[in-house]
């Protein structure tokens, strides 16, 4: 079975310019999860999907950031225009419905997005 | 809202020795569950364990155990006999068990080094 994928693995643009980042889930997984890691710093949550509803977006930083789930698979993050300090590493994770504790999210490899 | 803390940004031991890796948090909830993810250097964030706070036993899985401490809301990892294979960073979590939201709160990480 594939694990979550994601496109690109590396990204450089310049400030003001536009970057989609792509999310390939586990087949079968209706879950499906955004985060981003700003160096050395923890972890956040950005948001959240149920198949191609937004569960949870509450760690959106701002409307330069838009998400979407078409059809209920992979997933898209596009970020537009961008600023220097959305630069960090920006991982996706997906996982089965449910809650209980082996409900496990498994993770991309994550896209490193720097901005100059 | 719910936080978690790793105070050590970079552990560092000797092949075979034991090491501990310290994790506390803060909630106001009853029920929630931990864990402790890795994340190898250029590769994907797997899970190492998890524990369910309404369960008083130390979770266990292969080499890693935890010390849970509900009371004190501290996580702690242990890792006997250290490999070579354990360098990586880990990522503390916690995630909601209740009806609330299923996103991952994460601490900022500790680097593990291991020497020979």
């Known amino acids: 079975e594939a694990g979550v994928t994601q496109f690109p693995s590396h990204s450089v643009i310049e400030k003001g310019q536009t970057v989609t980042l792509r999310c390939d889930p586990i087949?079968?997984?209706?879950?499906l999860y955004w985060y981003r890691r700003v160096m050395g710093k923890e972890i956040k949550f950005l948001l959240h999907?149920?198949?191609?509803?937004?569960?949870?977006e509450s760690g959106m930083p701002n409307n330069r950031f838009l998400a979407e789930r078409t059809g209920g698979t992979y997933s898209t993050l596009k970020v537009q225009p961008a600023e220097l300090e959305d630069s960090g590493v920006y991982f996706c994770?997906?996982?089965?419905?449910?809650?209980?504790?082996?409900?496990?999210?498994?993770f991309g490899p994550g896209t490193r997005l720097t901005v100059l | 809202a719910q936080t978690v803390t790793q105070s050590q940004p970079e552990m560092s031991v000797q092949e075979a020795e034991t090491v501990t890796l310290s994790c506390t948090y803060d909630?106001?909830?009853?029920?929630?569950?931990l864990f402790w993810y890795k994340q190898p250097p250029s590769r994907q964030m797997i899970l190492v364990i998890r524990?369910?706070?309404?369960?008083?036993q130390n979770a266990t899985e292969n080499r890693f155990s935890v010390n849970f401490q509900k009371a004190a809301k501290s996580f702690s990892l242990k890792i006997p006999d250290s490999q070579l294979g354990d360098a990586a960073m880990y990522f503390c979590?916690?995630?909601?068990?209740?009806?609330?939201?299923?996103?991952?709160?994460f601490g900022q990480g500790t680097r593990l080094t291991i020497n020979p």
């Open positions: 909630t106001s909830e009853s029920d929630y569950y």
């Open positions: 979590a916690y995630r909601s068990a209740g009806g609330g939201a299923q996103k991952l709160v």
């Open positions: 524990q369910e706070a309404y369960k008083q």
């Open positions: 087949s079968g997984h209706d879950n």
């Open positions: 999907f149920v198949k191609e509803s937004k569960q949870d």
């Open positions: 994770a997906s996982s089965h419905l449910g809650r209980g504790l082996y409900n496990e999210q498994f």
